[in-house]
């Protein structure tokens, strides 16, 4: 892991580890409490949660061309196909307001997609490039908790990730040989496509997040969640002018209190 990468991903844990001990002082008027049978105030306190969930991936790839000087630019989208990834880590839940608590959290995330272009004609020509991607996400959630310990749960946030590595297969099967490509993704934001056969992508990604669940109790949740980057992660250069690739995914999350 180089220096840069590692700098980042102790950021990132500093802003969490500095977002956790802000909460202890928050005042109590922002705080949830109840009382109890025996009338005594009880102060909703902040609660963390380890989470784990299978996910499926997949991203938007697009570009513009022309078929010749006498035909205006084309937005060409690439066909892409879902693959199945994972994501763990945890988060915070810190009561805000009534039923509104603020999420932070920490996660490594695998994303990607297939890339396919294959062609079936007189001769069949089929090229299928798996891409993997290794991400470190801080999400900022906020949650809506329809009742207290039980029920429906919803929210929405932003997502900042930072890319640490990947790989990609490539097949090429055509009527005369089947060849294998294996390459990395090196996220240091140099051109996309260049002449060390790896691919690049920028480091940095931002993404819109929404969720709903269901909390059975204050120990589990169970939560569908979708992940949308805005981030265009190509490096324009001389491959692709005018290209763009943002990443997606819909996760099903278990998630236990401690």
Not at 67 to 83: A, N, R
Not at 172 to 187: E, K, P, R
Not at 190 to 207: L, Q, R
Not at 219 to 247: S, W
Request: glycine content about 10%; some cysteine.
């Amino acid at each position: 892991m180089k220096l840069k990468q590692l700098f980042i991903i102790l950021f990132l844990t500093g802003i969490i580890t500095t977002t956790i001990n802000a909460t202890e002082l928050l005042p109590d008027a922002y705080t949830t409490s109840h009382s109890d049978s025996s009338g005594i105030k009880k102060i909703k306190k902040t609660k963390w949660y380890i989470q784990a969930g299978i996910l499926s991936a997949n991203a938007k790839e697009s570009y513009l061309d022309k078929l010749g000087d006498l035909f205006p630019y084309t937005q060409i989208k690439v066909p892409m196909e879902s693959i199945t990834g994972f994501k763990v880590g945890l988060y915070l839940d810190v009561p805000l307001y009534k039923k509104i608590s603020f999420s932070p959290g920490l996660n490594y995330v695998q994303k990607g997609t297939t890339i396919n272009n294959s062609y079936y004609g007189w001769t069949s020509y089929i090229d299928i490039n798996h891409y993997r991607m290794n991400y470190i996400e801080m999400p900022l959630n906020f949650t809506y908790n329809l009742h207290k310990n039980k029920g429906i749960i919803g929210g929405l946030g932003i997502v900042f990730s930072y890319g640490i590595g990947g790989k990609t297969n490539e097949t090429i099967n055509n009527t005369d040989s089947v060849v294998n490509y294996n390459s990395s993704i090196i996220f240091d934001g140099k051109e996309t496509y260049n002449s060390d056969g790896n691919v690049h992508y920028k480091a940095f990604e931002i993404s819109g997040n929404l969720f709903l669940g269901y909390k059975f109790s204050s120990h589990y949740i169970l939560k569908a969640e979708f992940n949308q980057g805005l981030t265009n992660l190509f490096v324009n250069g001389e491959y692709y002018t005018n290209g763009t690739f943002k990443t997606s995914y819909f996760a099903l999350n278990f998630c236990y209190g401690l």
